[in-house]
């Protein structure tokens, strides 16, 4: 069974400070997603990372893939409330079957 | 251009009652997906459909859940006999082929009293 665990679970943070969230596997996956999700709204995608090593920015946002391909981190720069929200990474294999992680449930205070 | 869309949004059922609950895919999206996800958990997989096929359905917990596309399109989720066990939100996700970018749907939170 495929596991991806993120941390930190919980974070807290004023606007204006960065941070960073992980998602780690003892599984090589051929994909990695992010998404997020708002209250009462489904998860949303953010990024697709397919190459070990890969980097992705969108705006503030700076995802890695990690070499050996199992596990990810997620960086905001200089983050805003319209951060808030559930960020939840998912693996993907070979087929269309995604392994989703717990999620870090992330709240900027203004 | 509507997205993913599932109804009802929210049912409270008793223990023992059997429940339906259905989802409309973007149109023209071949494949579909049916998930399951707790409070504070990311969505377990439950079941695949391409097109009108249920292709695979490892995820379903046991017999008293099935689901069905007979046109390929909408899709329903039965849950037979259902148990408080089964109080979760069920979401559904429809992508353009397998593969692809899957978009959810808001999902409905179903409730067993």
């Known amino acids: 069974t495929q596991l991806l665990e993120q941390s930190p679970q919980f974070l807290s943070i004023q606007e204006g400070e960065n941070l960073t969230v992980y998602c780690n596997s003892s599984s090589v996956f051929s994909s990695l997603q992010w998404y997020r999700q708002e209250p009462g709204e489904g998860p949303v995608l953010l990024v697709t990372v397919v190459t070990g090593g890969e980097v992705k920015k969108l705006k503030r946002l700076t995802f890695q893939f990690g070499d050996a391909r199992k596990d990810s981190s997620l960086h905001i720069t200089a983050a805003q409330p319209g951060d808030t929200g559930l960020y939840l990474c998912?693996?993907?294999?070979?087929?269309?079957?995604?392994?989703f992680g717990k999620g870090t449930l992330l709240t900027v205070n203004p | 251009g509507a997205g993913v869309s599932q109804s009802p949004r929210y049912k409270v059922t008793k223990r023992g009652q059997d429940v339906a609950l259905r989802c409309d895919p973007i149109s023209g999206h071949v494949s579909l997906y049916w998930y399951r996800q707790a409070l504070g958990q990311g969505p377990e997989f439950l079941t695949y459909?391409?097109?009108?096929?249920?292709?695979?359905k490892s995820g379903l917990p046991n017999d008293r859940f099935s689901a069905e596309r007979p046109e390929g399109s909408i899709s329903t989720l039965t849950i037979q006999r259902t148990e408080q066990r089964d109080s979760a939100m069920y979401r559904c996700?429809?992508?353009?082929?397998?593969?692809?970018?899957?978009?959810f749907g808001p999902g409905t939170r179903l409730t067993v009293l």
């Open positions: 996700a429809s992508s353009l082929q397998t593969r692809t970018e899957q978009f």
């Open positions: 459909f391409n097109y009108e096929a249920q292709q695979d």
């Open positions: 998912a693996g993907g294999g070979s087929n269309y079957k995604l392994t």
